[in-house]
Every structure is written in C-alpha cells, then in structure tokens.
C-alpha cells in the first residue's frame, strides 16, 4: 500500500524530544514534509538539528506558538495535516521561579494551535481510516500528581498536579480534550515519564549530574533522594508517538513509560560509579561529590506508569536496557563538550545560581 504524505508540524522540534522527534519522522517518513517551528528559547538549539540539513523535505521557521499571526500564516502556507505540540517550558524547578511564562507557552500557546486547527481543517470528515487531520499533544505523566508504592499511574488517573509547570500542562491537556468534544478536533494525547537521552538540556537530572561529575563539582540531590521516577530513552518515546498518532483512537488519551523506576539518590550513585569507570577515577570518587540540598517545594515523591493500555491496544513497549542506554548517554556528553560550551550560557549560569544558590 502506498504510504500517506502528509505535511507535518513539529512544534519545538529544536529541544531535547523535539530533535529527535523530528529525526525520527524524517529517518522513517521520507515522504512527509516536516516544518520544525520553535522560538529557540534557552532549551531551543540549532546545533540539535545540524543534521537536518541535508534534507530538502525540511524546513525550520522560528517563531512562537503564542503568536496568533504567524501560526495562521504557517498553516496556510503549509495546509498542515499533523501538529505534534512539543513547544514548552519544560522544566519543573524554572516553573516554581517564573511560572507566566510556562502558563503563556503551555496553555496559551497550546490554545493558539488548537484555534488554528478549528480554523484551517475542516472537521466534518475527521473519523477517516487514513487521518487527514491530526492534532497529537505531548503531554507528562506530572498532570497526575505523585504517588505512594505501589500504585501507578493510569489513563483513568485523576489529575493532580502539584508544580506550575504540570498544572500548566495538565490545562492544555484538558483544553486540548475540550476541543475534540465541543469541536470535532481529531486530538490525541500521550502522558510519558521522564526521558533521557543526548541532546537533554543540563537543567534535568541526568546531564546536570554527568556535567558536574565531570568537573568535579558537587552533586545537588534534592530532599533524602528518595523520590522516584521512571525513565524511557529518547527515542523509544518518538517510537511510542509515531504508534499512537497512526494507530491510536482519536480522543483518546495513552501512558508511555520506561518500565524502569530509579529513586533518584541510586540513579545519581550510578551515574556516579558510571563516570568513575569512563574517568579512570578510584571507586567512590565521583559518589564523594554529593551533596543533599534543600528539597524542591511540592516536589513529586513518586511517577510510575502502567503502560498496559498502549501495550494491548498499539503493541508498543519499551525494548532497551536502561543501564545500556544510561552509558550511552553518558558518552555523549563525554564526546560533546563544545555543544555542553555552547548551551551553558550565561542565562543557564544565572539560574542554576537562583536555584542552587551557587555557581
Ligand atoms: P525542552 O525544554 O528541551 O524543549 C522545548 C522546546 O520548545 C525548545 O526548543 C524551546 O525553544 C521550544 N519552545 C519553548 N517555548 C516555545 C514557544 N512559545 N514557541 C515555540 N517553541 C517554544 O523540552 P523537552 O524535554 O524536549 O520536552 C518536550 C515536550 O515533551 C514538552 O511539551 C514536555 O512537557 C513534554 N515531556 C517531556 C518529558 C521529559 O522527560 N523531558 C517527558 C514527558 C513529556
Ligand atoms: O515525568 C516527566 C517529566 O520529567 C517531564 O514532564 C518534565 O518536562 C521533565 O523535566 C521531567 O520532570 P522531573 O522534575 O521529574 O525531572 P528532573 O530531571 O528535573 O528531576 C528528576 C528528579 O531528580 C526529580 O525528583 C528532582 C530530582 N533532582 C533534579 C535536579 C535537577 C534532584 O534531586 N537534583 C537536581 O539538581
């Protein structure tokens, strides 16, 4: 069967997920054409897509999701079939310091999509087999607060969110859900765990704690560590939203998880022994670098997925070893010091001095 060509939005395709989003789509969907729109915040990076180049199905426009004109200029333009919304502020200790901006990109910005969508489709012909029109929003397991052992999360889960960064997710979750029943928009929703990968901004937990196990700086656990989070590679994520958005139910919401639950004070100590062994450093070395500091206020105690539904439904589930992947990542950052340069800038400085309360 001749496949679907589609024109394709990716929406913050200059970030962590969103690169590889956009390298997955333009590795396994040849025939489409990707337009990568993103405002290149801080998180946003050229040097993440360097590879697109090549590619003449590509294109990038910067700009934001918040500006009303522009996406209606793209979506002429273009006449777009599938939005993947990947744009946002992302990172839950920022939120706590300048939760507007996440409320003006996350709900607003989502809203503008979602209007652009109502206006350019035409949605009477919305439940064909082939999916003319889609509109797929990447959303987070944190809409649903924490949990205590043993319990998971699932599509049925309440919302609950505890920070400003996943209330503001979880809003454009339900704006986005208001649009397929008040509108007919063809939407789906997935809620993933905590990704990791190349590429990853060193704000989050994994690149923060290679990058200053490598310069020897202290490891900032938040609280006793005890907290838990589970985590899926990078890739295996977009392999998970390119199921959902072919074979997913419309209006339907999907769980993605890692099946790989870490409390974060063993993850770090891994991450620990890891940089030991790659820096030829003595056993124990890197651990010696931690340090407990003051815990992130509402900080989630648990995020644990049960990811039956995708699983049964779509026949998705993750494949790769953790610790596999873990060292993999490890040897990107080893391997890309200059792009590590390139994004600790003085606006990351400035933050990581706000929240840690030191350089
Ligand atoms: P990221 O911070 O690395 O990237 C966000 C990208 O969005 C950046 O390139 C940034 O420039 C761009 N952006 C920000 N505001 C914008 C705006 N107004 N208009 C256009 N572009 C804008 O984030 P990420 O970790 O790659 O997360 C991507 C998406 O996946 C987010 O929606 C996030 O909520 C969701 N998510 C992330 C994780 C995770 O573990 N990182 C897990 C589940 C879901
Ligand atoms: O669960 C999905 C979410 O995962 C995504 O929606 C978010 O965009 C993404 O940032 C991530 O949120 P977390 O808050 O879980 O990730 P982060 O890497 O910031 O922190 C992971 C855990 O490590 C969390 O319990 C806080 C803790 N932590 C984090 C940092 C940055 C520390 O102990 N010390 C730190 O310095």
């Known amino acids: 069967m001749a496949r679907e060509k589609r024109t394709i939005l990716i929406t913050g395709g200059a970030g962590f997920i969103g690169s590889h989003l956009v390298r997955h789509w333009l590795r396994n969907h040849p025939q489409d054409i990707v337009l990568n729109l993103d405002a290149l915040t801080y998180a946003g990076n050229l040097a993440n897509t360097e590879d697109f180049k090549g590619y003449v199905n590509y294109h990038f426009v910067q700009g934001s999701i918040t500006d009303e004109h522009l996406i209606n200029q793209l979506f002429e333009r273009y006449q777009f079939n599938w939005v993947f919304n990947l744009a946002a502020e992302s990172h839950v200790d920022r939120s706590i310091h300048d939760p507007l901006s996440f409320v003006q990109t996350n709900v607003l910005g989502t809203t503008v999509l979602l209007q652009a969508c109502v206006r350019h489709w035409s949605l009477s012909d919305q439940n064909t087999p082939s999916k003319k029109h889609l509109f797929y929003q990447i959303s987070t397991d944190e809409v649903y607060g924490s949990l205590s052992a043993g319990a998971y999360f699932t599509e049925a889960s309440n919302y609950a969110p505890n920070s400003p960064y996943s209330a503001t997710k979880a809003a454009a979750d ?62 295996e994520h977009c392999q998970a939203i390119d199921v959902i958005a072919h074979k997913g139910k419309l209006g339907e919401t999907y769980l993605v998880g890692g099946k790989n639950e870490y409390h974060n004070i063993d993850l770090v100590n891994l991450i620990a022994e890891i940089i030991d062994e790659k820096l030829e450093r003595k056993k124990g070395t890197t651990a010696a670098l931690i340090e407990f500091v003051r815990d992130r206020p509402g900080h989630d105690l648990r995020y644990a997925i049960d990811a039956s539904k995708i699983e049964r439904e779509l026949g998705f589930s993750p494949s790769q070893n953790f610790e596999v992947k873990l060292k993999e990542t490890v040897d990107w950052y080893l391997a890309n010091s200059q792009w590590t340069k390139d994004v600790i800038s003085g606006e990351y400085r400035r933050f990581y001095q706000l929240n840690y309360g030191t350089n």
Request: hydrophobic share 40%; proline share 8%; charged share 20%.
């Open 174 to 235: 339900h704006l986005v859900r208001s649009y397929y029943n008040t509108y007919n928009l063809p939407v789906v929703i997935s809620n993933c765990s905590n990704n990791f990968g190349p590429f990853q901004f060193p704000e989050k937990l994994i690149p923060l704690m290679v990058l200053n196990a490598v310069e020897e700086k202290k490891l900032p656990v938040y609280g006793d560590g005890r907290q838990m989070r589970d985590w899926l590679f990078v890739t």
